[in-house]
């Protein structure tokens, strides 16, 4: 699923940076070349590993101790991880901290980039979860979620089958009340306005039919699995067909 | 404890299962030793400098993204000085000649890479003729039967593929190398050991130790190394095959250039005799190679016996009659050294008597009253051009087999390591397609490498390299299995098998569409990057072998058997149906 998590990420990213600051803004094409980002859920550090190999400043922070352990020991194998790397080009780092969204959000430092990507499907104060992250942005700043709509779809999919035919999953990991919908995470940010900035503008302004934001400031791609090619695709934009954003999908929005 | 006892072996560093034995104690003491010791940090190590390995430098170089953000280094054994300052007269050619598919030229162009190989050395093929050693039913595949479109230049003429000596595309490769500075080459070089590094829960890297002492830590190993690859053995891959009871004699062969009205050498010929297909494949107008795979005794007798007796022989074998071929045979295993060039003139003219072989027909050699010059006979273009003499010092031969890899890319402790061209397969040469398939796989990983390294992937993970095995295994697989059946298919003599593989290739020249969509499949279109249109050849070539089926049952083929390896045979014939590659 990572590489396109990491698809999305950067080619959101490089849309609305070649948007704003034309096509020459970019080189080679990377655009999170020297970006602050925050990874909050890292787990294992699947995505911080190649948000730093890109050349960002990655930090990637996680509730569970023994998870920062093991990111940590597994990064240390790649010499291209290591603050001390010798490489001109690799302007990235990477930094492990056992800490959560909550606590970090108390420190000054602000993220041009914050993803948490399957993590809100767990959590159990959605709002209060996305807020914080929303408020670890700078201003301009890009969040990036993972997760699992609330559809039978996914219950079959998720729980069901991972859980209790194939046994992918320890059973009870997911629990099917907790999952959020796009069009639920849509109008959170229709409504949502920062807490320093009470009179400013909300965050996805207007939608067209069928609850699609405007490009520019949110956007919802589904992740399917294709099983014969054993790999992630994500469906084209603006698809809403049956199976499309009705089970694992991605969520981009801008802090204005 | 010496060094030089493991220096051509390679093993698995297996401290986890407790082994204990003389090697695995020089493994850990190196371990011990060179922990201490500098480990010089790489992404890439290709293992290997031939063909396939030089292009996968080649490939990964060409691209900005990956060689501003992977260190690769390229290891050969050998020195590579000498395929560099290869420079041979423009009349000489080397007898280790490959037909390069069209998909396979289109790639090394993209690459960058063709730009830099001596295209007057090459020649394309512009129709191929194969037929049955016995029955003679054959089949004719021509360029002109392809659409207008698929030529890579407005100016080039069309054609199915190109025939290139090695070491031109070898030299191509590294000068193409010498213009990407973030690509390293160390030659004169031997891989002593690999083993994994060992960290604490496992997932340690490859640590190559090279016979100049340095120690090379890599993020992914390419096996490039050949059939006998150690990056194989270090990554537990076993792997499945046979020899073959063949050996593939080669050499460059010299003859009389085609006259005015005859088409130009640039038709490859290939008879399948029951001892193995002979191949004669067109270089220049006066020259051409040979690839003669036949019994182990007799290639051993024909290399060592006179150059004049080898190039009677050769005319021979394109011409004779089977039963006449099986004659001369056991006349040069059982005459030995003494047989003399003349011997073997009078027993071939002999023969061409009593199978009343007309003087004026192309199907005469030794008796052969054609005139260079004059109006040629009718079925001149049915057999390749008289062979004049052969080129000193070009005979050669090596063994033939068949191996395929379990998998292509390592898992557990052999991790991070991933196996391209004959470290993969290596296949029968009849249908030329080993060094095709060889730049199919570097090919594809270049770009699985390219696209992990724009998401940030890992490039030495599972992850990462999957899509390169899924793409390959089984598109090779199907190549490999059907050239193998091809070769068993056509070393039969049993009556009905002749009858029902001529029956069916003889059926199949009729069907134009099967030709185009085999051909299509052989890679002679432009259908690279395109799944859909190769969907489609396949498509249309199930089809054509159904049809076959149906003519090859109203003609009441009894046993279906025989029709169903026809309908295999004559079907990957026609999709493998390149030119017999000499590579190694």
Redesign the interface.
């Known amino acids: 699923m990572?590489?396109v998590r990491?698809?999305f990420v950067?080619e959101k990213v490089l849309e609305i940076t070649r948007e704003e600051h034309g096509e020459e803004a970019v080189k080679?094409?990377?655009p999170?070349q020297g970006l602050d980002i925050l990874d909050v859920g890292c787990g294992g550090g699947l995505l911080s590993?190649?948000?730093?190999?890109?050349g960002a400043h990655t930090v990637g922070i996680d509730a569970s101790e023994s998870n920062i352990a093991i990111a940590s020991?597994?990064a240390s194998?790649?010499?291209?991880l290591s603050a001390d790397s010798s490489?001109p080009?690799?302007k990235g780092s990477l930094v492990y901290r056992h800490i959560s969204a909550e606590e970090i959000l108390k420190e000054q430092k602000r993220f041009d980039v914050v993803c948490s990507m399957e993590v809100l499907e767990h959590v159990d104060n959605p709002a209060g979860f996305i807020s914080s992250c929303a408020e670890l942005l700078k201003p301009g700043g890009h969040l990036f979620l993972s997760t699992i709509a609330r559809t039978p779809l996914s219950y079959v999919l998720t729980i069901l089958v991972a859980e209790h035919i194939l046994r992918k999953v320890t059973p009870g990991t997911h629990t099917h009340s907790k999952y959020i919908n796009p069009s639920e995470l849509i109008s959170f940010f229709s409504k949502y306005r920062s807490p320093s900035d009470e009179e400013g503008m909300s965050w996805i302004t207007r939608t067209y039919e069928h609850g699609l934001p405007m490009r520019t400031e949110a956007e919802v791609r589904g992740m399917v699995y294709i099983p014969w090619?054993?790999?992630w695709m994500l469906t084209p934009r603006g698809a809403s067909g049956w199976g499309t954003t009705h089970c694992n999908y991605l969520f981009w929005v801008r802090k204005p | 404890m010496s060094l030089s006892s493991t220096s051509s072996r390679v093993f698995r560093f297996a401290s986890k299962k407790g082994i204990s034995s003389p090697l695995l104690q020089v493994g850990r003491n190196i371990s011990t030793t060179t922990s201490a010791t500098h480990h010089e940090e790489l992404d890439v190590v290709i293992v290997g400098g031939g063909p396939a390995g030089l292009a996968l430098a080649s490939a990964l170089g060409a691209s900005q993204a990956v060689r501003e953000s992977l260190r690769i280094t390229l290891v050969e054994a050998s020195d590579l000085s000498k395929v560099r300052d290869w420079d041979p007269h423009a009349s000489a050619f080397s007898n280790r000649v490959s037909s390069l598919t069209n998909n396979s030229r289109h790639f090394l162009k993209d690459v960058g890479a063709w730009d830099h190989v001596e295209v007057s050395r090459t020649s394309p093929v512009e129709e191929m003729q194969v037929w049955d050693g016995i029955s003679d039913a054959r089949i004719t595949f021509s360029a002109s039967e392809l659409d207008p479109e698929p030529t890579m230049n407005p100016g080039e003429t069309r054609q199915m593929a190109r025939l290139t000596e090695n070491l031109n595309l070898q030299r191509a490769l590294l000068r193409h190398i010498a213009t990407l500075s973030e690509v390293r080459l160390l030659d004169n070089v031997k891989v002593h050991l690999i083993q994994q590094e060992e960290r604490e829960g496992g997932g340690g890297w490859p640590l190559v130790h090279l016979s100049d002492g340095r120690v090379l830590r890599t993020r992914l190993l390419v096996g490039a190394d050949g059939f006998n690859s150690p990056v194989r053995s270090y990554a537990g891959i076993s792997s499945y095959g046979w020899a073959y009871d063949t050996q593939a004699v080669v050499a460059t062969l010299s003859h009389a250039p085609r006259s005015a009205f005859q088409a130009p050498n640039t038709v490859k010929y290939q008879r399948f005799l029951p001892t193995g297909p002979i191949a004669f494949l067109p270089l220049s107008p006066t020259v051409s190679s040979l690839v003669w795979s036949t019994k182990p005794a007799l290639a051993a007798a024909l290399v060592k016996s006179d150059p004049m007796i080898l190039t009677s022989m050769i005319n021979a074998a394109f011409r004779l009659p089977e039963v006449s071929m099986r004659h001369l045979h056991r006349f040069i295993l059982e005459t030995g050294a003494s047989l003399t060039p003349i011997q073997i003139q009078e027993e071939i003219t002999w023969r061409e008597r009593s199978h009343d072989i007309d003087r004026h027909s192309a199907y005469a050699s030794a008796t052969s009253d054609v005139v260079a010059a004059g109006i040629p006979s009718h079925d001149s273009d049915m057999l390749p051009p008289l062979v004049a003499s052969i080129q000193p010092g070009t005979v050669a031969s090596f063994p033939l087999r068949f191996n395929h890899a379990d998998a292509y890319i390592g898992e557990g402790e052999g991790s991070r390591t991933v196996l391209v061209g004959d470290a993969a397969h290596t296949i029968h040469p009849l249908a030329g397609q080993g060094l095709n398939m060889g730049l199919g796989d570097v090919e594809s990983l270049a770009r699985c490498i390219q696209e992990a390294v724009l998401q940030g992937g890992d490039i030495g993970s599972h992850t990462a390299l999957s899509p390169y095995a899924q793409e390959r295994y089984f598109e090779n697989h199907k190549i490999m299995s059907a050239v193998d059946k091809l070769h068993k298919l056509y070393s039969s003599t049993l009556e009905p098998v002749v009858w029902a593989r001529s029956v069916g290739l003889e059926v199949l020249n009729e069907f134009d569409f099967v030709k185009a969509a085999i051909m299509m499949n052989a890679g002679a279109y432009s259908v690279r990057g395109n799944p859909a249109a190769d969907a489609t050849g396949w498509a249309m070539a199930a089809k054509g072998v159904e049809g076959l089926a149906t003519g090859a049952a109203t003609a009441k083929i009894v046993g279906q058997g025989i029709v169903g390896m026809v309908g295999i045979g004559v079907q990957n014939l026609l999709r493998t149906m390149g030119t017999p590659n000499q590579q190694k």
């Open positions: 990572n590489p990491m698809q950067r080679g094409g990377n999170l590993e190649s948000l730093a190999r890109l020991s597994h194998a790649d010499p291209r490489r080009s690799s090619k054993g790999q």
